[in-house]
Nanobody, 118 residues
Framework: QVQLVESGGGLVQPGGSQRLSCVTS????????MGWYRQPPGKQRELVAT???????TYVDSVKGRFTASRDPANNTVYLQMNSLKPEDTAVYYC????????????WGQGTQVTVSS
C-alpha cells in the first residue's frame, strides 16, 4: 500500500518562505507523475505543481517564479519550496502521486495547512 506523508505547514508572514515535504512509502521513481495541489478555504482543490518523470516541473501561473517543486530520490521525498508567500496562498496543501496502469492508481497525502498572515 502506498502512503504519502506531508509535513512543513504552519503560519508564515506575507513575503516569507516555507518548505513542504512529502515522504513516500516506495521509491519516487515508481511514480510517473508526482505533484502538489492545494485547497483554499471555501474553494475547490487546485493543481499547484506537477512533476512528470523525466520532465521539468510545471506550475500554475499564480505561483510561477515563487514556488519550486523538487525530488530527493535518496530519501523518497518530494519538496515544494514556497517563497514570497501571499495571503492568497493560504490553503491545505496535498501531495499527489500516480502509478502507471490502466486505470492508473492515484494517491494523496493527508494534507498540511499553510496559513499566510501577519
Amino acid at each position: 500500500q502506498v502512503q504519502l506523508v506531508e509535513s512543513g505547514g504552519g503560519l508564515v508572514q506575507p513575503g516569507g518562505s516555507q518548505r513542504l515535504s512529502c515522504v513516500t512509502s516506495r521509491s519516487i521513481f515508481d511514480f510517473y507523475v508526482m505533484g502538489w495541489y492545494r485547497q483554499p478555504p471555501g474553494k475547490q482543490r487546485e493543481l499547484v505543481a506537477t512533476m512528470v518523470r523525466g520532465e521539468p516541473a510545471t506550475y500554475v501561473d499564480s505561483v510561477k517564479g515563487r514556488f519550486t517543486a523538487s525530488r530527493d530520490p535518496a530519501n523518497n521525498t518530494v519538496y515544494l519550496q514556497m517563497n514570497s508567500l501571499k495571503p492568497e496562498d493560504t490553503a491545505v496543501y496535498y501531495c499527489h502521486a500516480k502509478l502507471g496502469g490502466s486505470p492508473p492508481s492515484v494517491y494523496w497525502g493527508q494534507g498540511t495547512q499553510v496559513t499566510v498572515s501577519s
